[in-house]
């Protein structure tokens, strides 16, 4: 493992008082990671250093073809002073493997891990503390050669930024209303749509635009081929409860595949619950709904955890959920998870990860 060299700040930022006006990723903390790639040196000479702009070439690549590929997770303090990261050996497991798709370099997982926590340790003092409150990390690397060309890079920057982030709900869960769409695709199988990158992000824009003007909060994607199976929401994965059991789209190449979704499928197998991977078409979804069978519904991620979905519009069908209200199994992931993220409820399935000091 490289060590990393650390350069303090002399002028470190006034912390946010108001941890009720924190909202996300609008504030960043007083340090960043950074190391670059070479086909000489490999990666090398990771630094944390003063959060700063960086500078790049006009022509770097990344901004021109995007390849370029991002990871999100969080820290959280206990009500007796730790320092948690939640899962994140699943976010760089993850991350090597939206690399691998996108030509970047592996970045090795013992100094990936080292960069989390020396990082969050150096700015510990910026994590927020109020219920619901964390420290959003966000890994990235783009692509850096000064060319117009169109092939993979030989030069890269890894970088981490640290943004302390407000509650997620501010009085409690909230259902949100969920528009899915029929006319844009966000990706289809065989193309990017498994790897963390902001080239499924702006394909995303147009359509939630739309959903926006409808009054709807977030697009809900079917699958790229036939624009009949139920895939993704923007920045979420998906789950049904149908006639009792547990549904939620299987991973097939184009959905993104969270680490809250998997920690949910634990969970929900854990409690004796029935959970089924599988497809499941956005005609059998508005049956289960005429019809009562479609119990709960719920979006997962690591910005909101758990999101309640009251409803779903598919044309002009609007399917009411739940009587618009929050369902048990949400309800029960959400304190489950960010209990066990908080250091709340014991963690026995060794989720999550102490950031030492
Ligand atoms: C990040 C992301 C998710 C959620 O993944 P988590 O690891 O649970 O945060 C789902 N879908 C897309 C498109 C994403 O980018």
Known sequence: MQEIKIELTKTPKQ???DQSKLGFGKIFTDHMYIMPYNKEHGWHDPKIVPYQPITLEPSAMVFHYGQEMFEGLKAYKTEDGRVLLFRPDKNIARANHSNDRLCIPEIPADDFLNALKTLVKVDKDWIPTQPGTSLYIRPFVIATDPFLGVRPSDTYLFIIILSPSGAYYESGLDPVKIWIEDDYVRAVRGGIGEAKTGGNYVASLAA?????????SQVLWLDGVERKYIEEVGAMNIFFKINGKVVTPMLNGSILPGVT??????LC???GMEVE???ISVDELVEAAKSGALEECWGSGTAAVISPVGALRYEDTVMEIGGGGIGPVSQKLYDTVTGLQTGKVEDTFGWTVEVDG
């Open 261 to 266: 979704r998997a920690s949910c499928i634990d």
């Open 277 to 279: 991977e599988r497809r």
């Open 269 to 271: 197998k854990h409690w």
């Open 208 to 216: 939630q635009v739309k959903a926006h003007d409808e009054g709807y």
């Open 15 to 17: 912390k946010p008082q």
